[in-house]
C-alpha cells in the first residue's frame, strides 16, 4: 500500500479540524511519503510563516529515521551526538519533537510521515494522530 493524495487531503483536514474544535494554535499539516517526498501541505489561517519547513522536518525525520519525533527527542536526550550526527547527515533537515508521526498501513509497514507544528509538541501529536486515524491508517509519533 501506498500514501496517495486522497489518503493525504483526509488526514490534513481531519488534523486541522481537531486543532479547531480543541482550540489549538493555528496549525499547518504536511504529509510525505515513504520517500519523504512532500504528498500534500496546508497552513492554517494566521499561522505564522516558516511553519512549511518546521512541519517538514518533523515528518522527514520521523520517515528518515524510521521513529516517531517523541521517539528522536527521547533519543536526542539520550544520545545527543547520534541525533546532531543524522541531523547533519540530512543537510539539517530534522526536527526531532513531537508531531512528526510515522503513518503504518495495515501491515504495519511505513508508507510515510505527517509533519504537525503550531501549538504544543503533544497538541502537534495529538492532532496528526487523529488525522492519520482518520484515514483508516495508525500513527506511530
Known amino acids: 500500500m501506498t500514501l496517495n493524495l486522497h489518503a493525504a487531503k483526509q488526514i490534513i483536514a481531519t488534523a486541522m479540524k481537531t486543532g479547531i474544535d ?24 494566521g499561522a505564522p510563516p516558516g511553519r ?17 519525533g517523541t521517539a528522536q527527542r527521547d533519543r536526542a536526550e539520550a544520545q545527543s551526538y547520534f541525533v546532531l550526527a543524522a541531523n547533519g547527515a540530512y543537510n539539517g533537515k530534522l526536527i526531532p519533537v513531537p508531531g512528526g508521526i510515522l503513518v503504518r498501513d495495515d501491515a504495519g509497514q511505513v508508507i ?26 495508525t500513527a506511530d509519533g
Open 22 to 45: 480543541q482550540a489549538m494554535k493555528p496549525l499547518s499539516v504536511v504529509v510525505v511519503d515513504a520517500g519523504g517526498h512532500v504528498i500534500a501541505f496546508e497552513r492554517g489561517d
Open 52 to 68: 512549511f519547513d518546521i512541519a517538514l522536518g518533523k515528518a522527514y525525520g520521523s520517515v528518515m529515521l524510521g521513529i516517531g
Open 112 to 137: 510515510g510521515a505527517v509533519g504537525v507544528t503550531g501549538d504544543t509538541s503533544e497538541n502537534d501529536l495529538a492532532a496528526g494522530a487523529a488525522g492519520i486515524a482518520s484515514a483508516g491508517l
